[in-house]
């Protein structure tokens, strides 16, 4: 008699250490060594590149069908190893991690699952659209709204990596003020969702399983790659699309770049911001090229906050496990974080 077993149950430890060495490698390979060697650059150059908006120009290039191809092959080639292994790991949760012990750390509401979630997102130190399928799969392995916002939201406004290069290019007192508003921005952002979004979506979790997070039976490589392209299936079209948008749009998001200030281009740009989608750490040289244009400490300060917290492919990408109102009170907690921020970057610089 043949007996088919749940082969994350039968090997939770081989699973979970498979998952740990995979995670490992993979970002001391997309993340840690190539940040190791940039933040030489940052601190010699005081620089990291040019604007990926703009480039050598003042401003961004018009509405166009080249201006949208331009931009999504500046950003896939920044992106396509990170994004790759978010894909990677987004999976591996489903198929290598005991769903209880996800749960049990990370499926609570409240402070304790989204300090964790923050926790874990610092060493991994990926964009926002990479860090989406690791968030869709840890939310379907029954981490709670909290903890996903937090690790997802985490990941590029807290990186480490970001933060150093930062300092080297546009001085500790940035660095300084996106730390102290970067952890506001998370743990606000993450209370907001657990309070004003989807109650469904935290009832769920006390009530059973979500249908993803069935228990899958077979074997586990193949399970694996299974599940790999059937994320990969359900994110990347839209992703792409959005992309492609935006970098034909970035004219019309960022219209000018020189000297402005004030409430009016504040707000401006903490919505641009939320929108608009960046590799890990543009928003440095974004801001530097813009401040050595003449624009405003409170714009900078919005677009510091919200070019790296959320875009709108990533927000498309987890629409299958958030809704659009969860989705919704993201977005607004980050508009409010990067107006927040730049009213406090008027004063303190």
């Known amino acids: 008699m043949q007996v088919r077993m749940n082969e994350k149950r039968l090997f939770p430890f081989a699973g979970t250490m498979i998952f740990t060495l995979v995670a490992i490698v993979g970002f001391a390979y997309v993340k840690w060594m190539p940040y190791y060697a940039k933040a030489f650059l940052a601190q010699s150059h005081h620089f990291i590149g040019d604007s990926i908006l703009s480039g050598n120009s003042v401003s961004a290039p018009p509405v166009s069908w080249n201006s949208a191809v331009d931009y999504a092959i500046a950003y896939s080639k920044a992106i396509w190893k990170a994004l790759l292994l978010g894909l990677i790991l987004g999976s591996g949760i489903k198929v290598l991690l005991p769903t209880q012990w996800v749960s049990a750390a990370l499926g609570r509401l409240g402070f304790k699952s989204v300090a964790l979630g923050s926790l874990f997102a610092i060493p991994c130190m990926m964009c926002t659209c990479c860090a989406a399928p690791v968030a869709a799969g840890m939310r379907q392995s029954r981490a709670s709204v909290g903890s996903v916002v937090s690790w997802w939201i985490s990941n590029p406004v807290l990186n480490p990596a970001t933060l150093i290069f930062m300092g080297f290019v546009l001085g500790w007192g940035w660095t300084l ?3 102290v508003l970067g952890i506001a921005m998370v ?3 993450a209370y907001l969702a657990e309070r004003y979004g989807d109650q469904r979506e935290a009832v769920s979790l006390e009530q059973g399983l979500p249908p993803e997070a069935e228990a899958l039976k077979g074997n586990i490589l193949t399970l694996w790659g299974r599940e790999f392209m059937a994320l990969a299936i359900k994110l990347l079209p839209e992703y792409l699309i959005l992309v492609l948008l935006l970098g034909a749009a970035r004219a019309w998001l960022f219209p000018v770049l020189g000297a402005h200030d004030g409430i009016f281009w504040i707000v401006a ?3 641009a911001g ?8 543009g928003e440095v040289p974004i801001v530097q090229a813009m401040l050595a244009l003449g624009l405003g400490a409170g714009p900078a300060g919005a677009l510091i906050m919200t070019l790296p917290a959320v875009s709108l492919p990533s927000l498309a990408m987890l629409s299958r496990i958030f809704s659009l109102r969860t989705r919704l009170v993201i977005v607004v907690g980050v508009v ?4 927040a921020g730049g009213l406090i970057a008027m004063i303190a610089f």
């Open 177 to 179: 003020f996106r730390v």
């Open 187 to 189: 743990f606000g952002v």
């Open 274 to 281: 939320t929108l608009f989608v960046i590799p890990t750490a």
């Open 336 to 339: 409010l974080s990067g107006i």
């Open 269 to 271: 740009m903490a919505v």
